[in-house]
């Protein structure tokens, strides 16, 4: 028996029952699942099965089989994160196999996932930072806003496509949705109103300059939809800001590594090595865990923890130096 409820805007929650225990209690597995998560688990499957260990039979699979899928997919370029992801999904079909008794054992979990020496990803400068978003407002009042939302507020490219002229009140941004792209039946792109990654509602204050930007750009479109990147009634692309960063990008002159994501990072980077305690971090990046944060930010704190070190030796520094 299994029930299905949507838990929040978006988010399912499947309650599976599984017979009963020995004290005779239904036990039950819980699981939650969203529609981005539903199309990262298809295009996974898709890339498995286009790798000869897609071919291969089930009862021929063997550990090694998957250790040397691995090393293929590390020689074709693909990170530590993208084999895991896809390991994932293999292990997780074979583990239901073994339940239906096509297999006897699940090779997926016997094998070794090798993980190669992470170098830390970069941080941009500001200089890149104020250069790119000159070379914004040349193409559009409303990309330079975009940029500057995304370096304030660290928000992803799917919540400023979703921001409507509602969410901002008295220098703060409301940031409670993000525009999904999923597919139809016939291939072409559906846009949909969906939750955040994390399904977190989050106000974010903003600088006076960005104020005044959603100000200045309020006057000139707010009377033609309700979207404040768009024009009309129709849900604004995320498709749009990637656009304006790759165009922004090549006329800075910035180097071509860096993303539109990587105006988050920077923001939540320079904010963690001024000091800003990490809740409040965590808070304006719509991290439901400031823990993440730490893991994925480690690398500011040790700018922080020079900054303490500096200030702690001037105020002990000695009298006679």
Known sequence: MATIREKRLGVWEVRVFTGADARGRPPQILDTWAPPSARDQQSRVRLIKKDQIGRLPLARLTVADVERWHTRLRAGGMADSGIKNQHGVQRAALSQAVRWGWVSSNVASLARLRSTKVHQRGVMTVDEVRSVMRAAASIDAAAELALRIAAVAGACRAEIAS????????????????????????????????????????????????????????????????????????????????????RARQISGIDSKWRLHDLRHWSATVAIGRGHDVRTVAGRLGHANPAMTLRVYAHAFAAADQAVAAGLGEILKRDDK
């Not at 949705?177 to 990654?197: C, H, K, W």
């Not at 399904?199 to 104020?211: G, H, K, M, Q, S």
């Not at 404040?228 to 009634?233: D, I, K, T, V």
């Open 163 to 246: 921001l409507r002229w509602t969410d901002e009140h008295d220098g703060q941004l409301l940031i409670d949705s993000a525009t999904e792209i999923t597919s139809r039946g016939d291939g072409f792109p559906v846009l949909r109103e969906a939750p955040t990654t994390t399904a977190n509602l989050r106000t974010v204050t903003l600088d006076a300059e960005a104020f005044e930007l959603i100000a200045n750009l309020r006057g000139a479109r707010e009377p033609y939809g309700p979207w404040m990147f768009g024009l009309g009634p129709d849900l604004v692309s995320p498709d749009r800001f990637g656009w304006w960063w790759g």
